[in-house]
């Protein structure tokens, strides 16, 4: 992979190769990731700021804490990763036409998972699986890929405890890759590149 400070001002870094475990592992371990439609070469980014969560920083709202001493959802991992992929795969998102999670890309992070380095989180109403996310994890950090939610605040309902589980596992930083709405409002923010490659490079096993 070219050095991740070559990227573009968008972040793009490079288009080709594949999505081998090899490539896919030496791509993490470097601040990149991909990210493409169905109708086009791979693409590999490492955009500049980066959009992360520190656990410390995690922002759990009043209603979000009465869900979770109430119990609302049953919270399980690596149990479905299949089904969640999935899910993240081919749910309906306001304001998004198709999905970037492609065939490929689903086959590829699935054969992650099959090594230990893919994970996923489950959020179950009853038997029925309402939420999830998934992502990869090298050492102390963690680098978070997509989510969906069937059901209101499910997704939210994972990610907390799942940053929770994290935290008391001794991981230092969520990678949340480009700056969204929902996960800002967790506590995520924005910081410099360089910051973020610094931070992985010493954390990541």
């Not at 993490?28 to 991909?34: D, Q, R, T």
């Not at 990610?159 to 709405?181: M, S, T, Y």
Request: with cysteine.
């Amino acid at each position: 992979m070219p050095s991740p400070e070559l990227a573009d001002p968008d972040g793009l870094l490079a288009i080709g190769g594949d999505l081998s475990a090899e490539r896919l592992i030496n791509a993490y371990k470097n601040g990149i990731f991909p990210w493409f439609n169905e109708d086009e070469q791979i693409m590999w980014w490492s955009p500049d700021p980066r959009f992360v969560l520190f656990p410390d920083d995690l922002i759990v709202s009043t209603s979000m804490r009465k869900l979770i001493r109430k119990n609302a959802y049953n919270v399980t991992f690596n149990k479905a990763f299949k089904a969640v992929i999935n899910a993240c795969k081919t749910i309906k998102r306001k304001g998004e036409q198709g999905t970037w999670i492609t065939d490929q890309m689903e086959k590829a992070y699935t054969d992650l998972h099959k090594l230990g380095i893919a994970h996923s989180v489950e959020v179950w109403d009853g038997e029925n699986l309402v939420g999830g996310l998934y992502g990869i994890r090298f050492g102390k950090i963690y680098f978070g890929e997509s989510m969906f939610s069937k059901k209101s605040n499910a997704s939210k309902f994972g990610f907390i405890r799942w940053v929770e589980k994290l935290k008391n596992e001794g991981v230092v930083l969520l990678d949340c890759q480009i700056a969204n709405d929902h996960v800002r409002s967790l506590g995520a923010s924005e910081i410099p590149r360089k910051d973020f490659l610094r931070i992985i490079r010493e954390n990541i096993d």
